[in-house]
């Protein structure tokens, strides 16, 4: 099963809310990943969390604040947001994160699309 | 981690081969091909991966030439929920290997 889900599937928010996106997988992976992407472009890059640590923020303004519960369980909190933040914001996961050098396999959820007014 | 050129677009009938090429000239040694694909408004999705040798798996065919200058991937019988952008990723050991780096992708639309 490489199953990893996203909840909620469409989001809604005025720039005044605080809202939240959650990610769940259960394949034992202890790396987990958030990527934006804005319409018709790739994803991009956030934040990727390793053993339940934050190991790389890609320079993401604080409006964005990840947090990883447990190794299955990945959200990311949003506040104040801009129009300009209206995006598909996927999840993904793998095995350790590579930081044993190797190179691994990213499995991505549905993604939540948002939408800031 | 290596740059990747792929055609814009590319058009495939219904139960033909789709054959994806990707060129990544400047790929070194100990650094991987990746497939992936993203369907309309989905998430994107990992086909294959390779190093050196052809694969094979239930969903695609990857063919990397010998001097791993380029590759091709092989959809043996496309249909029409193959329509997607297809992504070609080069990743390598060490540095920023936590990340998968999409360029633009080649939209394959499978036509009945």
């Known amino acids: 099963d490489t199953e990893v889900t996203q909840t909620p599937k469409h989001l809604v928010m005025g720039m005044t809310n605080k809202k939240s996106l959650k990610c769940e997988q259960h394949m034992g992976h202890r790396a987990m990943y958030w990527y934006k992407q804005k319409a018709k472009k790739p994803p991009e890059l956030m934040f990727v969390y390793s053993y339940e640590k934050l190991s790389i923020n890609e320079s993401v303004p604080s409006r964005f604040s990840p947090e990883c519960p447990n190794s299955s369980l990945l959200n990311l909190h949003l506040h104040a947001l801009q129009p300009e933040d209206s995006a598909l914001y996927l999840c993904?996961?793998?095995?350790?994160?590579?930081?044993?050098?190797?190179?691994?396999?990213?499995?991505f959820g549905p993604g939540t699309r948002l939408l800031v007014l | 981690d290596a740059k990747t050129t792929q055609p814009t677009s590319m058009d495939c009938a219904e139960g033909r081969a789709a054959n994806l090429p990707c060129n990544h000239s400047?790929?070194?040694?100990?650094?991987?091909v990746y497939w992936y694909r993203q369907i309309h408004s989905q998430g994107p999705q990992y086909i294959i991966h390779g190093l050196k040798n052809n694969e094979t798996n239930e969903m695609a065919s990857l063919i990397i030439t010998e001097d791993r200058k380029s590759s091709t991937l092989i959809l043996p019988h496309a249909t029409l929920r193959d329509t997607a952008v297809y992504y070609c990723i080069v990743r390598g050991r060490g540095g920023s290997n936590y990340k998968l780096t999409f360029g633009k992708g080649t939209l394959l639309t499978v036509n009945p």
């Open positions: 993904a996961s793998s095995q350790t994160g590579g930081g044993q050098g190797g190179v691994e396999t990213q499995y």
């Open positions: 400047t790929i070194s040694g100990n650094e991987y």
